[in-house]
């Protein structure tokens, strides 16, 4: 018997503190950083230490783990290198494009922090042309077809991601000695949706009055979850996902805090978000919405995924731009002469609104959950989180007018007739 139990394992697993704990005779419990536990066997071999997984503890017993440690140890001692011949056994078992991609992915769990988006891209963009085929049969021809299939479908960025990681696809493959040239090698992003230039589009306090004003006449189409969304980041200057995929137990109404954590955030770096009245009030209203979902933003839709997805609010303003990605008849712009702009460029005015109302630049960055530079960033410990409470209750100030979420929006759904 060794020194770990199924109770102990469980104990650590929950307690979650990184780190590698031993059973006894080779065999750990590795508590990573970042991912999902697992076991892990520790042996020497002409005299190099190394390290073979095993499994995942949620797919893994402890005496199961325990028997494929002794597995293990019995292949050694007949000269056997149990990682060498699991390379060995894994070659062999990778015949299509998608067996290689369960491969690359098994790597990017572990050092990716958010691995979900290249599977997304390719279940979505390559799986369905070539998932099934042979490795050996997939052609530059069948690259090209895909990428310009995106690319058309009005993704230029979601085109050259989908490059990037075919071309990181088959080199995992190069470096199995599955292939031996990489169809995706000649490609770039020219070839697929273009370069991508920084953008600077930030809107103007008249044309929020005008957008908003728009959202609300397209109410049959532009949700209300979607207009308070747009809301909540034009006045918190928060990205996208942090919001439309937050739960309800990261937000304290009463105190008017939201503590998102550096798990959701895309920085990694947690921070303590102050809450304006306007933006709690939105809140409050969302919460009835959500009818008693732990999610802000729960999917309309029956769907695996139970948050709004992350294309909806992309999708909703560009069909009022008269843009409808993958449908042949486009709908009518609705936006008139206001100049296109996308869901990021609602941070990016949220910013332009502090910096217009004055708002020190330093804390304006930490608004924006920007990392500070130099000394300033090395030694300031206190986070600004009063002087950055001031500075979103004045964005606020700025746009609720343009917003008037509760007055034109509540009158306009019952049919009150809204008092001026």
Same mark, same amino acid.
């Given at each position: 018997?060794?020194?770990?139990?199924?109770?102990?394992?469980?104990?650590?697993?929950?307690?979650?503190?990184?780190?590698?704990?031993?059973? !006894?005779?080779?065999?750990?419990?590795?508590?990573?950083?970042?991912? %999902?536990?697992?076991?892990?066997?520790?042996?020497?071999?002409?005299?190099?230490?190394?390290?073979?997984?095993?499994?995942?503890?949620?797919?893994?017993?402890?005496?199961?783990?325990?028997?494929?440690?002794?597995?293990?140890?019995?292949?050694?001692?007949?000269?056997?290198?149990?990682?060498?011949?699991?390379?060995?056994?894994?070659?062999?078992?990778? $015949?299509?494009?998608?067996?290689?991609?369960?491969?690359?992915?098994?790597?990017?769990?572990?050092?990716?922090?958010?691995?979900?988006?290249?599977?997304?891209?390719?279940?979505?963009?390559?799986? =369905?042309?070539?998932?099934?085929?042979?490795?050996?049969?997939?052609? =530059?021809?069948?690259?090209?077809?895909?990428?310009?299939?995106?690319?058309?479908?009005?993704?230029?960025?979601?085109?050259?991601?989908?490059?990037?990681?075919?071309? +990181?696809?088959?080199?995992?493959?190069?470096?199995?000695?599955?292939?031996?040239?990489?169809?995706?090698?000649?490609?770039?992003?020219?070839?697929?949706? !273009?370069?991508?230039?920084?953008?600077?589009?930030?809107?103007?306090?008249?044309?929020?009055?005008?957008?908003? +004003?728009?959202?609300?006449?397209?109410?049959?189409?532009?949700?209300?979850?979607?207009?308070?969304?747009?809301?909540?980041?034009?006045?918190?200057?928060?990205?996208?996902?942090?919001?439309?995929?937050?739960?309800?137990?990261?937000?304290?109404?009463? !105190?008017?805090?939201?503590?998102?954590?550096?798990?959701?955030?895309?920085?990694?770096?947690?921070?303590?978000?102050?809450?304006?009245?306007?933006?709690?009030?939105w809140l409050e209203e969302l919460k009835i919405r959500a009818c008693g979902s732990?999610?802000?933003?729960?999917?309309?839709?029956?769907?695996?995924? =139970? $948050?709004?997805?992350?294309?909806?609010?992309?999708?909703?303003? %560009?069909?009022?731009?008269?843009?409808?990605?993958?449908?042949?008849?486009?709908?009518?712009?609705?936006?008139?002469?206001?100049?296109?702009?996308?869901?990021?460029?609602?941070?990016?005015?949220?910013?332009?609104?502090?910096?217009?109302?004055?708002?020190?630049?330093?804390?304006?960055?930490?608004?924006?959950?920007?990392?500070?530079?130099?000394?300033?960033?090395?030694?300031?410990? $206190?986070?600004?989180?009063?002087?950055?409470?001031?500075?979103?209750?004045?964005?606020?100030?700025?746009?609720?007018?343009?917003?008037?979420?509760?007055?034109?929006?509540?009158?306009?759904?019952?049919?009150?007739?809204?008092?001026?």
């Open positions: 018997m060794g020194s770990l139990t199924a109770k102990k394992v469980q104990s650590l697993i929950k307690d979650g503190t990184p780190g590698r704990y031993s059973d !006894g005779n080779g065999l750990y419990l590795k508590v990573p950083r970042k991912g %999902a536990p697992y076991w892990m066997h520790r042996y020497t071999l002409a005299g190099k230490r190394r390290e073979l997984t095993l499994d995942k503890c949620d797919d893994l017993s402890l005496a199961d783990a325990r028997l494929k440690a002794a597995e293990a140890q019995k292949a050694i001692r007949d000269g056997v290198d149990p990682i060498e011949e699991r390379k060995r056994q894994e070659q062999i078992l990778i $015949h299509t494009v998608r067996e290689l991609f369960d491969d690359w992915y098994h790597d990017l769990e572990k050092r990716l922090k958010h691995p979900r988006i290249p599977k997304r891209i390719f279940e979505k963009e390559v799986a =369905p042309s070539i998932g099934h085929q042979a490795l050996e049969n997939v052609t =530059p021809m069948d690259v090209r077809g895909i990428i310009r299939k995106v690319a058309s479908s009005g993704r230029p960025a979601i085109a050259n991601d989908t490059l990037m990681y075919l071309k +990181q696809l088959f080199n995992h493959a190069i470096k199995l000695g599955l292939l031996t040239y990489n169809p995706a090698a000649a490609f770039s992003v020219n070839d697929a949706g !273009g370069i991508e230039r920084s953008r600077d589009r930030a809107l103007t306090v008249d044309e929020i009055h005008q957008v908003f +004003q728009i959202f609300r006449d397209n109410r049959e189409s532009f949700t209300r979850d979607n207009y308070l969304a747009c809301a909540l980041l034009l006045v918190l200057g928060v990205r996208k996902t942090e919001l439309t995929e937050a739960q309800w137990s990261e937000f304290d109404l009463q !105190g008017k805090r939201w503590n998102l954590s550096g798990e959701r955030s895309k920085t990694g770096r947690g921070i303590a978000i102050p809450l304006p009245p306007h933006a709690v009030s732990p999610y802000v933003f729960p999917s309309r839709r029956s769907s695996k995924r =139970p $948050h709004m997805g992350k294309d909806t609010l992309n999708r909703a303003i %560009a069909k009022l731009f008269g843009k409808e990605p993958g449908k042949k008849q486009q709908p009518e712009n609705r936006m008139g002469d206001i100049a296109e702009f996308t869901v990021h460029d609602l941070r990016r005015t949220c910013r332009s609104l502090l910096a217009a109302a004055g708002v020190p630049g330093h804390v304006a960055e930490r608004c924006l959950n920007h990392k500070l530079r130099g000394i300033e960033g090395v030694y300031d410990r $206190h986070d600004y989180f009063e002087e950055r409470k001031e500075a979103l209750e004045k964005v606020a100030a700025l746009v609720e007018p343009a917003i008037d979420v509760k007055r034109q929006m509540h009158a306009e759904d019952t049919g009150e007739v809204a008092t001026t």
